[in-house]
């Protein structure tokens, strides 16, 4: 066993995290909602080989995302599941090493064999690039359709819920956006509304312009969860869309509330008031945006969305 000492952990653990801060993540949903609403599901990934990188491709979301505490209860749970995983106690100790708590960061890595975890590493970082060429099983919808989950116990019913979210993301990088939701529609009818999955789901149901199913997907998603910042815009976006600018208009105001420093949030805002001919509070949505960042008009002129505050701006 090659034990590192103090001095190379240390060394390591800033030659990893370095990765983390020039990554970008797209999705603004809190992927955990699941695994914790559904204890089988979350005890399959723990142990299935294949569910434990999906579960580690999660915690490189939440580095990236700065969010150290959520590695931190997620990993001591996961670990409970499966003490003898290298992964997951990386995980947890590169967690604690960016909270700045060294010496715990440091008790768990003394326990690692550091060349097999950089092997783990390299393993899971090949499995990530590799993802995207699986080819698209449109047989699971119907493979699963009449299926009740709840008749499953342990493995059984985590296995096909992993199945279909794999499904998911195969079907709407091939835009195949009304399959996708016929996967979300069996989870959900197994596990119930969790609020990520229907705030997935109506962003599908816009692009497919299918607007009122939409709006009850995101809807019900906020009112279960106020923290899911891109279901505002998009159900924001629908009432734009359908010229119901009073509606966006409360639709932003509270999702400015909830998210006071996102400049974009202000100008979508200052947009429906725009259209309102609420001239007076528009001009305070972008004197606040402009605050938040001050070079903010250069990014105006990229979005068509935006060009009708130039008039305002200048």
């Known amino acids: 066993m090659n034990m590192a000492t103090d001095k190379e952990l240390l060394t390591f653990f800033e030659k990893m995290t370095a990765e983390y801060k020039d990554a970008v993540i797209h999705e603004e ?15 399959y990934l723990v142990r299935d080989p294949s569910g434990k990188q999906f579960l580690e491709s999660f915690c490189f979301y939440f580095l990236v995302k700065n969010d150290y505490q959520k590695i931190i209860t997620f990993m001591t749970e996961a670990i409970k599941h499966q003490p003898d995983s290298y992964m997951f106690q990386y995980y947890l100790a590169v967690a604690y090493y960016l909270t700045g708590d060294i010496e715990k960061a440091l008790s768990i890595a003394r326990n690692l ?19 995207d060429d699986e080819p698209i099983k449109k047989e699971h919808i119907s493979i699963y359709e009449n299926i009740d989950l709840q008749k499953f116990k342990g493995k059984g019913a985590g296995a096909i819920i992993n199945d279909l979210l794999s499904s998911i993301d195969m079907f709407v990088a091939a835009n195949m956006y009304e399959d996708a939701i016929d996967c979300y529609k069996l989870i ?21 312009n299918q607007y009122k199913e939409a709006k009850k997907c995101l809807s019900k998603a906020l009112q279960d969860n106020p923290g899911l910042y891109r279901a505002y815009r998009s159900l924001a976006t629908i009432h734009r869309l359908l010229n119901e600018h009073e509606q966006a208009v409360g639709v932003l105001k509270k999702a400015s509330k909830k998210f006071p420093e996102d400049d974009l949030i202000l100008l979508e805002l200052a947009t429906s008031y725009l259209k309102l001919e609420h001239i007076p509070k528009a001009k305070e949505c972008i004197k606040k945006a402009l605050v938040i960042d001050p070079n903010i008009e250069h990014s105006l002129s990229l979005d068509p969305l935006f060009k009708p505050l130039f008039p305002i701006i200048s």
Do not use: H
């Open 29 to 43: 949903y809190d992927p955990t909602e699941i695994f914790f609403e559904n204890k089988e599901y979350f005890e």
């Open 113 to 131: 064999d550091i060349s097999r975890l950089q092997e783990e590493i390299d393993d899971m970082q090949s499995y990530l690039a590799t993802v």
């Open 188 to 208: 959900i009818k197994n596990i119930g509304d969790v609020p990520c999955l229907l705030a997935e789901m109506g962003q599908l149901y816009m692009w497919l």
